[in-house]
């Protein structure tokens, strides 16, 4: 902290964003992986679990737009505002800040049709979160490969925990899914329960069921 002067404090926040950025991004992924069918985790009911993930999501945002904000405000490197938004536009780095964008654009675009949900069909809705899961890679290859931070000690150890954690909550889940269904059903319940956490439908009442 002493070695933080006035030119450098945008430097740090920038990277010191990053990493919490990574780690909420990481989080909300986990979330969305583990939830059950019916949209709720072990121990917890479904309003506490689309509490958790709406607020973890809304907490990544603010974090990426800080880390976003710092990145280009940096005058150590040129990153334009516009490379944000629209990747390997970048002077610096054009790849590796692309894949930055990239990841930015996606969780804007979750975050929209999050807010758009009632209006759109749940398919679609359904298919356009698969986006979830590239919007987390590409932010885990931006953070590895845009600066040497994660390289080396902890924050490489945090990285690579990380990407440990997302790969076994996907290959729990898979298993968790291959041995509730029947063999000839098990590729289409997978992908089903690999989609992100939707909103079960209304259970129908006795008069709707019976006609």
């Not at 990544?60 to 280009?72: M, R």
């Not at 590796?96 to 979750?110: E, H, R």
């Not at 979830?132 to 845009?146: E, I, N, R």
């Not at 990407?163 to 992908?191: D, F, N, Q």
């Amino acid at each position: 902290m002493n070695g933080i002067t006035q030119s450098t404090a945008l430097w740090y926040a920038s990277r010191a964003t990053g990493v919490v950025s990574l780690l909420l991004l990481t989080g909300v992924t986990l979330l969305g992986v583990l939830v059950n069918r019916q949209g709720r985790l072990p121990g917890l009911p479904r309003f506490a679990v689309t509490g958790l993930h709406r607020n973890l999501s809304l907490l990544a945002v603010a974090f990426v737009a800080i880390h976003v904000i710092t990145a280009v405000a940096d005058p150590y490197v040129s990153i334009g505002l516009v490379a944000t938004v629209i990747p390997f536009t970048s002077p610096y780095k054009p790849l590796w800040l692309g894949l930055g964008a990239i990841s930015v654009d996606l969780v804007l675009a979750l975050i929209v049709t999050s807010l758009a949900r009632a209006r759109l069909n749940r398919r679609l809705w359904r298919g356009l979160h698969w986006f979830a899961y590239l919007a987390w890679g590409s932010a885990v290859l931006h953070s590895l490969t845009s600066s040497t931070d994660l390289h080396r000690g902890p924050l490489l150890y945090l990285a690579i925990g990380c990407v440990l954690a997302v790969a076994t909550a996907v290959i729990w889940r898979i298993s968790h899914a291959g041995r509730e269904i029947p063999r000839e059903e098990r590729a289409a319940a997978t992908l089903d329960m690999m989609s992100p956490r939707r909103t079960p439908a209304p259970r129908r009442g006795p008069r709707e069921t019976i006609r």
